[in-house]
């Protein structure tokens, strides 16, 4: 805040609070207000002699505020059922901030929504490397990996998702379907009622019960 009624009382004439404040708003990740901040420092202090490196940094960060606009609208897409659009509203984000974890995240999973699962794994992989541990991420990575045959790789996965969340109700029902693939059927079983004994309430109940009479 003091950085700020610096900047605004006195613009122009303290290069230092410009770039203070500059990275104060890289390190919250506020990308808009710190591409402003950069915009007024060079149109201020047109003569620095790193003028021309602050200006590239001005149009990378053109480019990652235009991926945040992106990425919202992909979302809407999403939740309004437009795959296709959402695909490739997502694939711009990655395009433009290559460095965006949640722009892989999601490109990843509309990815695997539309069976390109290579890609998917590709992109979880990258999540994760980038140090995305979450339970979600090894989750979609587990599961696209199944899909494309790599049966151990994802079960090493999806165990890490289990123990990193072990209310992710998705992932016994993804190991369940991967015993079921190597006929294990006895840890097939134990998946089911792993489930059911944690989630008495979820809505497939009914069916999951079904699946694991068949089992026993």
């Given at each position: 805040?003091?950085?700020?009624?610096?900047?605004?009382?006195?613009?122009?004439?303290?290069?230092?609070?410009?770039?203070?404040?500059?990275?104060?708003?890289?390190?919250?990740?506020?990308?808009?207000?710190?591409?402003?901040?950069?915009?007024?420092?060079?149109?201020?202090?047109?003569?620095?002699?790193?003028?021309?490196q602050l200006e590239e940094?001005?149009?990378?960060?053109?480019?990652?505020?235009?991926?945040?606009?992106?990425?919202?609208?992909?979302?809407?897409?999403?939740?309004?059922?437009?795959?296709?659009?959402?695909?490739?509203?997502?694939?711009?984000?990655?395009?433009?901030?290559?460095?965006?974890?949640?722009?892989?995240?999601?490109?990843?999973k509309m990815y695997s929504?539309?069976?390109?699962y290579e890609k998917a794994?590709?992109?979880?992989?990258?999540?994760?490397?980038?140090?995305?541990?979450?339970?979600?991420?090894?989750?979609?990575?587990?599961?696209?990996?199944?899909?494309?045959?790599?049966?151990?790789?994802?079960?090493?996965?999806?165990?890490?998702?289990?123990?990193?969340?072990?209310?992710?109700?998705?992932?016994?029902?993804?190991?369940?379907?991967?015993?079921?693939?190597?006929?294990?059927?006895?840890?097939?079983?134990?998946?089911?009622?792993?489930?059911?004994?944690?989630?008495?309430?979820?809505?497939?109940?009914?069916?999951?019960?079904?699946?694991?009479?068949?089992?026993?």
């Amino acid at each position: 805040d003091q950085l700020e009624v610096a900047v605004s009382l006195a613009p122009g004439t303290n290069p230092g609070a410009y770039l203070q404040l500059l990275n104060a708003y890289m390190k919250l990740q506020n990308f808009p207000r710190g591409l402003e901040i950069l915009e007024a420092y060079l149109s201020s202090f047109p003569h620095d002699p790193m003028h021309e490196q602050l200006e590239e940094r001005a149009e990378r960060l053109r480019d990652v505020a235009e991926s945040e606009t992106v990425f919202q609208r992909g979302l809407e897409y999403k939740s309004q059922g437009r795959r296709n659009d959402a695909l490739r509203a997502f694939e711009n984000v990655v395009r433009l901030n290559p460095g965006s974890i949640s722009g892989q995240l999601e490109l990843g999973k509309m990815y695997s929504d539309v069976r390109e699962y290579e890609k998917a794994v590709e992109l979880f992989r990258s999540v994760v490397e980038a140090g995305n541990v979450s339970a979600e991420t090894y989750f979609h990575l587990g599961s696209a990996q199944f899909r494309t045959d790599s049966i151990d790789a994802a079960e090493v996965n999806l165990e890490r998702a289990l123990e990193l969340d072990p209310e992710f109700d998705l992932t016994y029902l993804e190991l369940y379907n991967l015993h079921i693939r190597r006929k294990e059927h006895s840890k097939a079983l134990d998946r089911l009622e792993a489930f059911l004994k944690r989630f008495p309430n979820a809505e497939d109940r009914d069916y999951i019960i079904t699946l694991a009479q068949e089992l026993r």
